[in-house]
């Protein structure tokens, strides 16, 4: 049996504050309602002038503002005033097995762990232990390394997912740290529902994690060797920018002479994230629709049975049309206006795995031809307004089937990341709030 450092896990030194009040420590992850300055600005009244997560962040509706320099010179001080002061309680060695139940009445498992960033790899085609689900834009990684470079202080909002039909992880780890008292419960602010956490350190309790961690990995062994066991939820773009931040720290290290174990070691090579099994029950994945601007509708949609082997029907109706879709992992809705006519079409494939992953591209290829250079897309999260939008005039709505867990790695796997705004793990307040932080530049 292999141990779990050796497929990139590690068990982190976890910082907490003292006296833990989460309704203003904690805080939802910074890529959330970035266009919604009132919610950051609630937020603020609700940390107060209490420890809050929120002085060491740069939420992304400040990511263009003129005074983010500024904003990212008080977070370096305010981390190192909370290190210094009396905000954290001592770092304690331990995995976090958490229950997070959220106010639309799910309830979510996970487990907060560390990971080499030396296993993961956000490029297509990796065969790395950890790999991104969507498409990265490079040119978001820079503005991100300017806040993690040199941060004394880490607070993971990135969401891996396992393969973990058994529930051996998260589930069987939980299992086992449940019979000890919570380290922190309760309510999470804005909307965000509550939070249970439990600790997990004894060698008896690791090995449960250990045995699960290698079980999996046997399970989705590759012929060549490789082992994909983890896939990036939530903050592909954020552990993306921890990787370059370590590749170039580590170029540093190197240059002043830094040994392999110091290499191995340092604490930057390493990221804090939350491990969920992609079959929880209270983990939901919804399609990311598609609304497509001033094109021919029929002619897409010819287009599209053309290139996906796929047959279109016309329905009734919005609400037919919709309940096919929904009940199918590979077909697809659109809602158009014809000569002053509403029209719903139903498109059936033989599509095997995820449907975006084939749909994506034949869009793409369909709005480079040159008639359709005026064309404009949008991607849309609610079926309501992907209807909507489809009557009208030059509105074309793409209703997207829901997304197959079965299907999700093995996509990913032979056809590498799914096209960006493939889908969404549940609603906004149910994203990942920061809470757990761990030393970075020291």
């Given at each position: 049996?292999?141990?779990i ?90 995995f ?5 139940k959220?106010?639309?009445?799910r ?26 689900t ?12 300017e ?55 004894t ?8 045995q ?25 773009h ?38 969920v ?31 996906l ?22 077909d ?22 995820l449907?975006v ?50 299907s ?7 056809r ?27």
């Amino acid at each position: 049996m292999k141990k779990i450092e050796e497929y990139g896990i590690r068990i982190p030194e976890i910082l907490l504050p003292k006296n833990i009040d989460l309704a203003s420590w904690s805080v939802i992850a910074c890529d959330q309602y970035t266009q919604d300055l009132d919610y950051w600005k609630k937020a603020e009244k609700n940390a107060g002038n209490n420890p809050s997560t929120l002085n060491l962040i740069l939420p992304e509706v400040y990511l263009n503002s003129p005074d983010k320099p500024e904003r990212i010179k008080k977070i370096r001080e305010t981390m190192k005033s909370y290190l210094a002061g009396d905000v954290f309680a001592p770092a304690e060695k331990a995995f976090i097995c958490i229950e997070r139940k959220t106010a639309f009445g799910r309830m979510r498992k996970g487990l907060v762990a560390q990971i080499d960033l030396e296993t993961y790899e956000w490029k297509p085609f990796s065969n790395a232990n950890i790999r991104a689900t969507e498409a990265t834009i490079v040119e978001r990684i820079p503005p991100r390394m300017e806040i993690r470079r040199g941060a004394s202080l880490e607070l993971p909002h990135i969401m891996l997912l396992v393969n973990d039909k058994e529930k051996l992880l998260v589930e069987g780890a939980g299992s086992v740290a449940k019979k000890h008292a919570p380290i922190y419960d309760g309510q999470l602010m804005n909307n965000g529902g509550s939070i249970t956490g439990w600790t997990l350190k004894t060698d008896e309790e690791i090995s449960v994690v250990t045995q699960a961690v290698n079980k999996i990995a046997e399970q989705n062994a590759a012929p060549d060797g490789s082992t994909f066991l983890f896939a990036v939820g939530d903050g592909n773009h954020s552990l993306a920018t921890a990787k370059a931040v370590w590749d170039e720290y580590k170029a540093q290290l190197k240059e002043k002479g830094a040994s392999e174990k110091e290499l191995q070691e340092n604490p930057v090579r390493f990221a804090l994230v939350e491990i969920v099994n992609i079959y929880d029950e209270g983990l939901t994945f919804e399609p990311i629709h598609r609304v497509i601007f001033d094109i021919d509708s029929e002619k897409l949609i010819s287009f599209l049975c053309d290139k996906l082997g796929g047959k279109a029907s016309e329905v009734a109706s919005k609400e037919e049309l919709e309940k096919l879709v929904k009940a199918s992992a590979a077909d697809f809705g659109f809602a158009f206006v014809k000569d002053g006519k509403q029209k719903y079409v139903y498109l059936k494939t033989e599509i095997k795995e995820l449907a975006v992953a084939r749909l994506q591209p034949e869009i793409d290829a369909f709005l480079k031809q040159d008639e359709n250079q005026k064309a404009e897309i949008d991607y849309i999260h609610g079926t309501e307004e992907v209807m909507a939008l489809g009557t009208k005039a030059n509105g074309t709505g793409i209703l997207l089937p829901p997304i197959a867990k079965d299907s999700f790695f093995e996509t990913i796997n032979g056809r590498g990341p799914l096209p960006r705004k493939s889908f969404s793990m549940g609603e906004a307040d149910e994203k990942r709030f920061y809470l757990e932080c761990r030393q970075l530049f020291c």
